[in-house]
């Protein structure tokens, strides 16, 4: 899914309001500025689409294709904040293609949960060849962005990343009644966000998301299995209890 802590941080719920209000204007702006009052972060919290909890899994799949997405028992200061560490691990037939460090914190206030940048492994032939992408708030200009609103409204647009000629995802949130079926099961109220990047103008990935579970579906990976593992801050495995269902 960035900052100087002197713009600090929560979303501010009347700049989302007004994006809402603006409907289906394509012209409308993006927020990218996202205040926050002094100590309102946190590096560990519960959003209803975004669960920032050590020990908490998602594992999505497409044929051969793999992710895993883990919230460590591990932190890290990004920028003067302390974050929490989510693993992403990205593999195809077994064979790792992408492993990321990224870091969250999530507001006392408002649930929003902000993304203050990763650390990024390419892998070619079981070996590390690239660190593409890799930003972090704080750091060469760049600055957090917002992840997950901790109060979504249609239509809103938000910059996920903010690192200029990096990263500079930013989504729309453009459902929040979709009914998706996966091989974990089937929610009803899903949220469904459209990821755009001005750095690729002509790439458009949709994004799914249910209530108290997290994401759904990333492009064609549909979530498989969910829950908290045995041990927060191990590698991915199958250890999963299924223990939202």
Do not use: C
């Amino acid at each position: 899914m960035r900052r100087i802590l002197a713009a600090t941080a929560v979303v501010s719920i009347s700049i989302l309001a007004l994006s809402a209000q603006s409907g289906g204007n394509q012209n409308q702006s993006w927020t990218m500025d996202f205040p926050l009052e002094e100590d309102e972060l946190a590096s560990t919290g519960r959003n209803p689409y975004f669960i920032l909890e050590p020990g908490y899994r998602l594992v999505l799949e497409d044929g051969t294709e793999q992710l895993t997405i883990t919230v460590l028992d591990e932190t890290k200061k990004i920028d003067s904040i302390e974050t929490r560490v989510v693993e992403e691990r990205e593999t195809n037939a077994g064979q790792p293609v992408e492993i990321s460090r990224n870091f969250y914190a999530i507001s006392k206030r408002t649930n929003s949960v902000f993304y203050f940048g990763e650390e990024v492994d390419m892998y070619k032939n079981g070996k590390v060849v690239s660190h593409e992408g890799a930003w972090l708030a704080g750091s060469g200009g760049a600055r957090f962005g917002l992840m997950m609103p901790g109060l979504a409204l249609l239509r809103a647009r938000y910059y996920q990343e903010i690192a200029s000629g990096v990263a500079m995802d930013r989504a729309e949130i453009i459902s929040m009644s979709e009914v998706l079926t996966t091989p974990a099961g089937k929610f009803s109220n899903t949220l469904k966000t459209a990821e755009t990047s001005p750095l690729e103008p002509r790439s458009v990935e949709y994004k799914y998301y249910a209530p108290g579970v997290g994401l759904l579906q990333d492009g064609s990976l549909k979530l498989v299995r969910f829950g908290k593992t045995k041990t927060p801050g191990a590698a991915s495995s199958r250890q999963e209890q299924d223990d939202s269902q």
